[in-house]
Antibody, heavy 120, light 107 residues
């Protein structure tokens, strides 16, 4: 069974950099899937952050104004999100997910989500 | 960017009802649309893929239809366990994915 698990700090100060890691088991991160981050502000809807293919480019939501960087560590079978210059608007539950290819574009497995709060 | 507009944003129904949610794309997306169910405190789960295909293990009371810019998601014979928020998601632009705003279903 495929499992994903997010980890990272739960509390950040404004202007800091958010760093989250998603550990993947049951699926090779170098297989024919993409790996994605999605977030959900409290009480609001889902927002796609970006996705990455190993090896390959990453694609990002332009609303993040180039603050996001996705990377893959094949040796550890995990991938990461770095989000710079965070503000209160970045407070959200962050999910990592496996994304099927462009023929299906489906997030088929998700982590349980991790709450990140940005506050001074 | 492809904007996805869902309606209604919330919906109250009774057990046994038939409920319908709509999702409209700002441009043609063929059938490149998925539907997810999210229960409180949980990650979303795919219900329908490719606009009308039921994900394995999902009850047959769920159905999706549509193509182009207009899509519908229907639950027949609503059950109490169907209480959730439902989201559509387009992948026609695979490099710029997007979700609808969600529909909160209450009983």
């Amino acid at each position: 069974q495929v499992q994903l698990h997010e980890s990272g700090p739960g509390l950040l100060r404004p202007s800091e950099t958010l760093s989250l890691t998603c550990a993947v088991s049951g699926s090779s991160i170098s297989s024919d899937y993409y790996w994605a981050w999605i977030r959900q502000p409290p009480g609001k809807g889902l927002e796609w952050i970006g996705h990455v293919y190993s090896p390959g480019p990453a694609f990002y939501n332009p609303s993040l104004w180039h603050r996001a960087i996705l990377s893959v560590d094949s040796s550890k079978n995990q991938f990461s999100l770095n989000l710079t210059s965070v503000t209160a608007a970045d407070t959200a539950v962050y999910y990592c997910a496996r994304l099927r290819d462009s023929d299906q574009g489906l997030f088929d497995f998700w982590g349980q989500g991790t709450l990140v709060t940005v506050s001074s | 960017d492809i904007q996805m507009t869902q309606s209604p944003s919330s919906l109250s129904a009774s057990v046994g009802d038939r409920v319908t949610i709509t999702c409209q794309a700002s441009q043609e997306i063929g059938t490149s649309l998925n539907w997810y169910q999210q229960k409180p405190g949980k990650a979303p789960k795919v219900v329908i893929h490719d606009a009308s295909y039921l994900e394995t293990g999902v009850p047959s009371r769920f159905a999706g239809s549509g193509s182009g810019t207009y899509f519908t998601f229907t639950i027949s014979n609503l059950q109490s366990e169907d209480i959730a928020t439902y989201y559509c998601q387009q992948y026609n632009d695979f490099h710029l994915l997007s979700f609808g705003g969600g529909t909160k279903l209450e009983i």
